[in-house]
T-cell receptor
Framework: GAGVSQSPSNKVTEKGKDVELRCDPI?????LYWYRQSLGQGLEFLIY????????KSGLPSDRFSAERTGGSVSTLTIQRTQQEDSAVYLC?????????????FGPGTRLTVL | EDKVVQSPLSLVVHEGDTVTLNCSYE??????LLWYKQEKKAPTFLFML????IEKKSGRLSSILDKKELSSILNITATQTGDSAIYLC???????????FGKGTLLTVNP
């Protein structure tokens, strides 16, 4: 595709429900990243994929958060039993590969609101 | 823990002014420093800097990295209202190429 796409663009859910956020990276990009941006905060790293494997999950805030990537392309970020503090914009980025000189291109994000 | 600090946090100027945004960092295994512009949702890439002292320029925007001082500046000359945005600085480092972001500088350019 022309750019990174994410869906849904907005998601409102009730506390305790599970949500799935989807990211379609730029075609041919092997590295994929998930970030979270809360109001007034910078982007917070969540997880990174190289191909289908996730060498760095250090940013996932709790075991309610998980992510997978299949076919080296689409990735899904799942948040189980959502809490109000999960409300944020979730941004996905991709790059050609994880290595020096590969800038990350961002998708438009999913704004998650947990009531 | 890797850290990126941007200053000022916010800035209000008039069209035509020149602004300088600052970014300082502490990161293990530094690889590069990136500047992004965020207007609505998706940050858009501006510059990637890897070498000290070499200015990168794109129109009215320019940026330079000082590895000795662990910092970078982003200059915008002859500002326009369309430059109003959050400017994010990020550093690539660590063992897994993740970006560590600063909190950003909110720039408002008034007509």
């Amino acid at each position: 595709g022309a750019g990174v796409s994410q869906s849904p663009s907005n998601k409102v859910t009730e506390k305790g429900k599970d949500v799935e956020l989807r990211c379609d990276p730029i075609s041919g990009h092997t590295a994929l990243y998930w970030y979270r941006q809360s109001l007034g905060q910078g982007l917070e790293f969540l997880i990174y994929f190289q191909g289908n494997s996730a060498p760095d999950k250090s940013g996932l805030p709790s075991d309610r958060f998980s992510a997978e990537r299949t076919g080296g392309s689409v990735s899904t970020l799942t948040i189980q039993r959502t809490q109000q503090e999960d409300s944020a914009v979730y941004l996905c980025a991709s790059s050609l590969s994880s290595g020096r000189g590969n800038e990350q291109f961002f998708g438009p994000g999913t704004r998650l609101t947990v009531l | 823990e890797d850290k990126v600090v941007q200053s000022p946090l916010s800035l209000v100027v008039h069209e035509g002014d020149t602004v300088t945004l600052n970014c300082s960092y502490e990161v293990t295994n530094f690889r590069s420093l990136l500047w992004y512009k965020q207007e609505k949702k998706a940050p858009t890439f501006l510059f990637m800097l890897t070498s000290s002292g070499i200015e990168k320029k794109s129109g009215r925007l320019s940026s330079i990295l000082d590895k000795k001082e662990l910092s970078s500046i982003l200059n915008i000359t002859a500002t326009q209202t369309g430059d109003s945005a959050i400017y994010l600085c990020a550093v690539e480092g660590g063992s897994n190429y993740k970006l560590t972001f600063g909190k950003g500088t909110l720039l408002t350019v008034n007509p």
